[in-house]
């Protein structure tokens, strides 16, 4: 999809649903809608990155799971101060993608059963942590309100983290060599490591900012919830993978742009947000984001034959 195709998208639906929606256009909805996107905005920051070099995570959603609840464990039970133990987590989440990317890079298995296994391994161990806990972990410590409650010119404060990532990304993608190597890897892998890219190391990198990306998701995800609980995280996976197709990044990798991304995170929010004022079930939801994914891989497709 084009940026004016995306652009027009985004802005028509923003009319259809501002008219048919009583409670859709207010300040309140509008910073729902920020804050729902700011989680998985973030997530498909990371996932932007592995689709650019050919891959993919299916396991990000795990990682926001076992980070929180790792996270929230050790404050719960005052194992380390509110500071360290976040820092944990996000290292903890950080490993995740390190062991997917040894796993990819070194082993040579494929990034779908990788990833495949590292969700379920995961969401497994982030699990067992609940259930040390008796199943939930209550969010207590002050910060955590402080990111959930607070806003800044009438945005939440994980929104203007978001912003924050996305600039950050988005210069990291056009002025470092880092973002060099990234394009050149997804083009064309050979030719780059002919021309001295470190390719395998730059992946498993990759695989890693995933996954710390993953890891402060679930720190927003601690804030927003005020507990974890077990299915924390569900569908998150899908939603990011769909706001990077969205946002115009060719699943075959190489091209894309981190930064228009974001625009399709806001797609996403804003039809799952309408669909949950118009009272639709959250399975009709789940549905609809697949069959999103479905269109805008198939729109992908297209747009690849046409350019060969």
């Known amino acids: ?18 008219l048919t929606a009583e409670y859709f256009l207010t300040v309140q909805n509008m910073q729902n809608i920020m804050r729902q996107m700011a989680i998985t905005s973030i997530l498909a920051i990371g996932m932007t990155l592995v689709i650019l070099i050919g891959g993919i995570d299916l396991s990000v959603e795990a990682i926001v799971l076992f ?4 996270m929230n464990g050790l404050i719960f039970n005052q194992v380390m101060p509110t500071g360290l133990a976040i820092l944990a987590g996000l ?3 950080a ?3 390190l062991v997917n990317g040894l796993l990819i890079e070194k082993v040579g298995i494929s990034p ?23 199943s939930w972990l209550w969010v207590t410590e002050p910060i955590f309100d402080y990111i959930k409650a607070t806003t800044w010119l009438l945005i939440p404060i994980p929104a203007v983290l978001m912003f924050v990532l996305y600039a950050i990304a988005a210069i990291m993608m056009k002025k470092t060599i880092l973002g060099r190597y990234i394009y050149g890897i997804g083009g064309n892998e050979r030719a780059a490591r002919l021309c001295g890219v ?3 190391k730059t992946k498993i990198l990759v695989y890693v900012l995933c ?20 299915g924390v995280g569900q569908g998150l996976t899908f939603e990011a993978i769909t706001a990077v197709i969205l946002g115009g990044t060719k699943l075959s990798g190489g091209v894309g742009r981190v930064e228009k991304t974001i625009l399709g995170a806001f797609i996403v929010a804003m039809i799952l947000n309408y669909m949950t004022i118009m009272g639709i079930s959250a399975h009709y939801q789940r549905a609809v984001t697949g069959f999103i994914i479905l269109g805008a891989a198939v729109l992908d497709q297209i747009s690849r034959s046409r350019t060969r």
Do not use: C, D, K, Y
């Not at 999809?1 to 501002?18: D, K, P, Q």
């Open 1 to 18: 999809m084009e940026r004016l195709g995306t652009v027009l998208v985004a802005l028509v639906l923003f009319i259809i649903f501002s």
């Open 112 to 134: 779908v059963i990788v990833t495949l296994g590292t969700l379920i391994a995961v969401r497994g161990m982030g699990q067992m942590i609940l259930w040390i806990n008796n």
């Open 95 to 97: 490993l995740v993608g």
């Open 67 to 70: 980070s929180a609840a790792a």
């Open 91 to 93: 290292l903890a989440a």
């Open 198 to 200: 470190p390719t395998v």
């Open 211 to 230: 996954a710390f990306g993953a890891g402060i998701g679930g720190i927003l995800m601690s804030a927003r919830l005020g507990a974890i609980s077990p």
